[in-house]
Protein backbone atom coordinates (compact mmCIF):
# COMPACT_ATOMS: atom_id res chain seq x y z
CA UNK A 1 0.00 0.00 0.00
CA UNK A 2 1.43 3.80 -1.41
CA UNK A 3 1.06 6.77 0.50
CA UNK A 4 -0.43 9.41 -2.11
CA UNK A 5 1.45 12.66 -2.42
CA UNK A 6 0.36 14.22 -4.38
CA UNK A 7 -0.99 18.09 -3.47
CA UNK A 8 -0.34 17.17 -0.03
CA UNK A 9 1.98 19.44 2.06
CA UNK A 10 5.27 18.06 3.30
CA UNK A 11 5.18 17.49 7.42
CA UNK A 12 8.04 18.65 9.40
CA UNK A 13 8.27 15.89 12.73
CA UNK A 14 11.40 17.46 13.90
CA UNK A 15 12.52 21.10 14.45
CA UNK A 16 16.12 22.30 15.09
CA UNK A 17 17.22 24.89 17.37
CA UNK A 18 18.84 28.11 16.34
CA UNK A 19 22.58 27.30 16.22
CA UNK A 20 23.09 31.07 15.63
CA UNK A 21 21.96 31.73 18.90
CA UNK A 22 20.01 35.07 16.85
CA UNK A 23 19.85 38.16 19.17
CA UNK A 24 19.82 35.84 22.32
CA UNK A 25 23.37 34.57 22.57
CA UNK A 26 24.84 38.62 22.21
CA UNK A 27 22.50 39.51 24.93
CA UNK A 28 23.26 37.05 27.13
CA UNK A 29 27.05 37.11 26.78
CA UNK A 30 27.44 41.32 26.67
CA UNK A 31 25.38 41.08 30.13
CA UNK A 32 27.57 37.92 31.60
CA UNK A 33 30.43 39.91 30.43
CA UNK A 34 29.40 43.23 32.32
CA UNK A 35 28.19 40.64 35.54
CA UNK A 36 31.46 39.02 35.70
CA UNK A 37 33.96 42.26 34.72
CA UNK A 38 32.16 44.23 37.28
CA UNK A 39 31.54 41.76 40.02
CA UNK A 40 35.24 41.45 39.77
CA UNK A 41 36.22 45.07 39.38
CA UNK A 42 34.13 45.69 42.47
CA UNK A 43 35.36 42.64 44.64
CA UNK A 44 38.79 43.94 43.80
CA UNK A 45 37.92 47.22 45.28
CA UNK A 46 36.13 46.02 48.13
CA UNK A 47 39.60 43.70 49.24
CA UNK A 48 41.28 46.84 49.56
CA UNK A 49 39.03 49.49 51.71
CA UNK A 50 36.01 49.53 53.15
CA UNK A 51 34.43 52.51 52.23
CA UNK A 52 31.29 52.34 50.15
CA UNK A 53 31.53 55.58 48.16
CA UNK A 54 34.54 54.63 46.32
CA UNK A 55 33.63 50.91 45.94
CA UNK A 56 30.39 52.49 43.92
CA UNK A 57 32.19 54.70 42.65
CA UNK A 58 34.81 52.07 41.22
CA UNK A 59 31.49 50.59 40.16
CA UNK A 60 30.03 53.29 38.33
CA UNK A 61 32.94 54.17 36.48
CA UNK A 62 33.46 50.39 36.09
CA UNK A 63 30.14 49.96 34.49
CA UNK A 64 30.49 53.29 31.92
CA UNK A 65 33.71 52.39 30.65
CA UNK A 66 32.61 48.57 30.23
CA UNK A 67 29.54 49.88 28.13
CA UNK A 68 31.02 52.66 26.38
CA UNK A 69 34.09 50.51 25.33
CA UNK A 70 31.97 47.59 24.39
CA UNK A 71 29.62 49.83 22.10
CA UNK A 72 32.82 51.73 20.91
CA UNK A 73 34.48 48.20 19.50
CA UNK A 74 30.77 46.53 18.31
CA UNK A 75 30.29 49.72 16.35
CA UNK A 76 33.04 49.58 14.47
CA UNK A 77 33.83 45.96 14.08
CA UNK A 78 30.39 45.87 12.61
CA UNK A 79 30.93 48.76 10.53
CA UNK A 80 33.79 47.35 9.04
CA UNK A 81 32.53 44.17 8.77
CA UNK A 82 29.32 45.68 7.01
CA UNK A 83 31.79 47.78 4.62
CA UNK A 84 33.95 44.91 3.66
CA UNK A 85 30.94 43.26 2.75
CA UNK A 86 29.42 45.84 0.53
CA UNK A 87 32.49 46.16 -1.33
CA UNK A 88 32.35 42.47 -2.28
CA UNK A 89 28.19 42.85 -3.34
CA UNK A 90 29.96 45.82 -5.63
CA UNK A 91 32.45 43.47 -7.06
CA UNK A 92 29.86 41.37 -7.72
CA UNK A 93 26.88 43.77 -8.88
CA UNK A 94 29.84 45.42 -11.38
CA UNK A 95 30.46 41.76 -12.59
CA UNK A 96 26.70 40.99 -13.17
CA UNK A 97 26.86 44.45 -15.13
CA UNK A 98 29.10 43.61 -17.08
CA UNK A 99 29.65 39.36 -17.63
CA UNK A 100 25.95 38.39 -17.59
CA UNK A 101 26.21 34.93 -19.50
CA UNK A 102 29.53 34.32 -17.38
CA UNK A 103 27.68 34.78 -14.18
CA UNK A 104 24.44 32.90 -15.44
CA UNK A 105 27.07 29.98 -16.05
CA UNK A 106 28.59 30.36 -13.19
CA UNK A 107 25.10 30.00 -10.93
CA UNK A 108 24.28 27.25 -13.58
CA UNK A 109 27.73 25.49 -12.51
CA UNK A 110 27.14 25.94 -8.77
CA UNK A 111 23.31 24.02 -9.00
CA UNK A 112 25.07 21.39 -10.53
CA UNK A 113 27.44 20.90 -7.62
CA UNK A 114 24.90 20.76 -5.70
CA UNK A 115 23.13 18.17 -7.42
CA UNK A 116 20.88 19.45 -9.72
CA UNK A 117 20.47 17.93 -13.18
CA UNK A 118 22.51 20.06 -16.29
CA UNK A 119 19.43 20.91 -18.15
CA UNK A 120 17.44 21.89 -14.72
CA UNK A 121 20.26 23.78 -13.50
CA UNK A 122 20.81 26.02 -16.75
CA UNK A 123 16.58 26.53 -16.62
CA UNK A 124 17.15 28.06 -12.82
CA UNK A 125 19.57 30.41 -13.45
CA UNK A 126 18.35 31.60 -16.99
CA UNK A 127 15.01 32.36 -14.58
CA UNK A 128 17.29 33.91 -11.16
CA UNK A 129 19.11 35.94 -13.58
CA UNK A 130 16.01 37.40 -15.60
CA UNK A 131 15.90 40.13 -12.33
CA UNK A 132 19.44 41.42 -11.87
CA UNK A 133 18.91 41.89 -7.94
CA UNK A 134 17.75 38.53 -7.71
CA UNK A 135 20.36 37.45 -9.14
CA UNK A 136 22.87 39.70 -7.08
CA UNK A 137 21.34 37.91 -3.63
CA UNK A 138 21.77 34.60 -4.97
CA UNK A 139 25.25 35.07 -6.20
CA UNK A 140 26.32 37.10 -3.15
CA UNK A 141 24.76 34.50 -0.80
CA UNK A 142 26.27 31.62 -2.20
CA UNK A 143 29.86 33.35 -3.20
CA UNK A 144 29.89 35.79 -0.20
CA UNK A 145 27.34 34.03 2.20
CA UNK A 146 25.80 37.06 3.37
CA UNK A 147 22.54 38.76 2.36
CA UNK A 148 22.57 42.06 0.89
CA UNK A 149 18.96 43.42 2.10
CA UNK A 150 19.76 41.88 5.57
CA UNK A 151 23.58 43.28 6.50
CA UNK A 152 24.05 43.96 10.28
CA UNK A 153 23.53 47.52 11.26
CA UNK A 154 26.70 49.05 13.54
CA UNK A 155 24.25 51.32 15.38
CA UNK A 156 22.14 48.63 17.01
CA UNK A 157 24.81 46.54 17.23
CA UNK A 158 26.13 49.41 20.00
CA UNK A 159 23.08 49.94 21.53
CA UNK A 160 22.60 46.57 22.44
CA UNK A 161 25.81 46.03 23.45
CA UNK A 162 25.87 49.00 25.69
CA UNK A 163 22.37 48.01 26.99
CA UNK A 164 23.09 44.44 27.52
CA UNK A 165 26.68 45.25 29.19
CA UNK A 166 25.13 47.79 31.57
CA UNK A 167 22.32 45.68 32.37
CA UNK A 168 24.98 42.97 34.20
CA UNK A 169 27.23 45.16 35.09
CA UNK A 170 24.91 47.47 37.56
CA UNK A 171 23.83 43.52 39.42
CA UNK A 172 26.39 43.52 41.55
CA UNK A 173 26.49 47.18 41.90
CA UNK A 174 23.09 47.87 42.83
CA UNK A 175 23.38 46.87 46.48
CA UNK A 176 25.97 49.59 47.07
CA UNK A 177 23.76 51.82 45.09
CA UNK A 178 21.18 51.21 47.94
CA UNK A 179 23.36 51.85 50.78
CA UNK A 180 23.81 48.37 51.48
CA UNK A 181 27.39 48.04 53.47
CA UNK A 182 29.77 44.79 52.82
CA UNK A 183 30.62 42.74 49.89
CA UNK A 184 28.51 39.78 50.97
CA UNK A 185 24.93 41.28 49.96
CA UNK A 186 26.48 41.91 46.32
CA UNK A 187 27.84 38.78 46.28
CA UNK A 188 25.06 36.66 46.71
CA UNK A 189 23.00 38.43 44.23
CA UNK A 190 25.92 38.47 41.48
CA UNK A 191 25.91 34.83 42.36
CA UNK A 192 22.61 34.18 41.54
CA UNK A 193 22.41 36.26 38.34
CA UNK A 194 25.52 34.32 37.49
CA UNK A 195 23.59 31.32 37.67
CA UNK A 196 20.69 32.04 36.05
CA UNK A 197 22.48 33.99 32.78
CA UNK A 198 24.36 30.51 32.51
CA UNK A 199 21.13 28.66 32.41
CA UNK A 200 19.85 31.18 29.93
CA UNK A 201 23.12 30.43 27.95
CA UNK A 202 21.66 26.50 27.97
CA UNK A 203 19.04 27.24 25.76
CA UNK A 204 21.42 27.83 22.88
CA UNK A 205 24.38 25.29 23.63
CA UNK A 206 24.05 21.06 24.16
CA UNK A 207 24.62 21.69 28.17
CA UNK A 208 22.01 21.18 30.67
CA UNK A 209 20.53 24.07 32.34
CA UNK A 210 22.37 23.14 35.84
CA UNK A 211 25.87 22.54 34.55
CA UNK A 212 25.50 25.50 32.40
CA UNK A 213 24.74 27.89 35.12
CA UNK A 214 26.86 25.95 37.91
CA UNK A 215 29.85 26.82 35.41
CA UNK A 216 29.16 30.46 34.76
CA UNK A 217 28.89 30.79 38.56
CA UNK A 218 32.18 29.31 39.22
CA UNK A 219 33.91 31.12 36.38
CA UNK A 220 32.55 34.38 38.08
CA UNK A 221 33.45 33.49 41.39
CA UNK A 222 36.87 32.79 40.89
CA UNK A 223 37.65 35.79 38.67
CA UNK A 224 36.17 38.06 41.65
CA UNK A 225 37.87 35.61 44.63
CA UNK A 226 41.46 36.24 42.80
CA UNK A 227 40.52 39.82 42.18
CA UNK A 228 39.42 40.37 45.81
CA UNK A 229 43.06 38.73 46.60
CA UNK A 230 44.98 41.06 44.24
CA UNK A 231 42.67 44.06 46.06
CA UNK A 232 43.69 43.34 49.29
CA UNK A 233 47.39 42.70 49.19
CA UNK A 234 47.74 45.93 47.18
CA UNK A 235 45.21 47.48 50.30
CA UNK A 236 47.45 45.48 53.00
CA UNK A 237 50.22 46.75 51.28
CA UNK A 238 49.81 50.49 51.18
CA UNK A 239 50.44 50.93 47.41
Not at 93 to 118: I, K, N, S, T
Not at 168 to 173: D, E, H, K, T, Y
Not at 220 to 230: D, R, S
Request: aromatic share 6%; glycine share 10%.
Amino acid sequence: MTKATTGARAEIHHEHRDVNGGWLRPAVFGAMDGLVSNFALIAGVAGGTAETRIIALAGIAGLAAGAFSMAGGEYVSVASQRELAQAEIDVERRELERHPEAEEAELARMYEQRGVDPETAREVARQISRDPEEALAVHTRAELGVDPDDLPSPVLAAVSSFLSFSLGAIVPLLPYLLGVRGLWISAVVSMVALFAAGAVVSRVTARSWWFSGLRQLVVGAVAAALTWGLGSLIGTGGL
